[in-house]
């Protein structure tokens, strides 16, 4: 089955500074490749995601890219924010099934 | 978005009982499965809540101690059955509208004492 790993576990950045989070897959059949954030207490709250017929996908300073061939995604964060600050996760999954398989998560710090 | 409302939002329960945790979608939604969070760790998935049908479970976790029902497109729940402290997560319902978006609920965070 699916298994995504995801990279740094820990991320600490300035204010204002880019921060990058990687994730890479093992199914070549996924195809949806969502990213969460999520604050304490809360549930995770999709921020951007990508199929597998886009190599790349932007909203405001939030950008998503896919590699299909070397199974590897990343979250690319630009101009950050305190507001950032949270742990954001990675996740794979095929349409045929639906299920979301998540990276281990990384706790992004951006001090002011 | 998908709004999911989940209830409780926590709770506290003693060891042995059974808890049912319930989620409601504001529009009916083609999957709805059910996730624990284990303090300080990722989600993994328990069961995918099928609509009309018995659900379908991942490796590790079993009807009898995670009994979901799906009666409608906008309506799962899932119990914890015969609780133990290794049962405090935050568990979570998620949606996804035809392999389009998938949307997570607040969760229900559960401490079993």
């Known amino acids: 089955g699916e298994n995504v790993e995801q990279h740094p576990s820990t991320l600490s950045v300035q204010e204002g500074d880019s921060a990058v989070i990687k994730c890479t897959y093992s199914?070549?059949?996924?195809?949806?490749f969502p990213w969460y954030k999520q604050e304490l207490g809360k549930g995770p709250q999709l921020i951007i995601d990508?199929?597998?017929?886009?190599g790349e996908k932007k909203d405001q300073r939030i950008a998503v890219t896919l590699n299909k061939t070397a199974k590897h995604f990343s979250l690319h964060i630009t101009e950050t924010q305190p507001e950032d600050s949270a742990v954001y996760f990675c996740?794979?999954?095929?349409?045929?099934?639906?299920?979301?398989?998540f990276g281990q998560g990384t706790t992004l710090q951006v001090k002011p | 978005s998908a709004v999911i409302s989940q209830k409780p939002s926590r709770d506290i329960c003693q060891r042995g009982t059974s808890l049912t945790i319930q989620c409601q979608v504001d529009?009916?939604?083609?999957?709805m499965f059910w996730y624990r969070q284990q303090p300080g760790q990722s989600l993994t998935l328990i069961a995918t809540?099928?609509?009309?049908?018995?659900?379908?479970?991942e490796s590790g976790f079993v009807i009898d101690k995670f009994p979901i029902s799906r009666p409608n497109l906008t309506f799962s729940t899932l119990t914890v059955s015969n609780m133990s402290p290794e049962d405090s997560s935050i568990y979570l319902c998620?949606?996804?509208?035809?392999?389009?978006?998938?949307?997570f609920g607040q969760g229900t965070r559960l401490t079993v004492v």
């Open positions: 990508i199929r597998s017929n886009v």
């Open positions: 809540a099928n609509q009309g049908s018995e659900a379908t479970y």
């Open positions: 199914d070549s059949a996924s195809n949806y």
């Open positions: 998620s949606v996804d509208r035809g392999f389009t978006e998938a949307f």
């Open positions: 529009s009916q939604v083609t999957m």
């Open positions: 996740a794979g999954s095929s349409s045929n099934t639906g299920k979301l398989i």
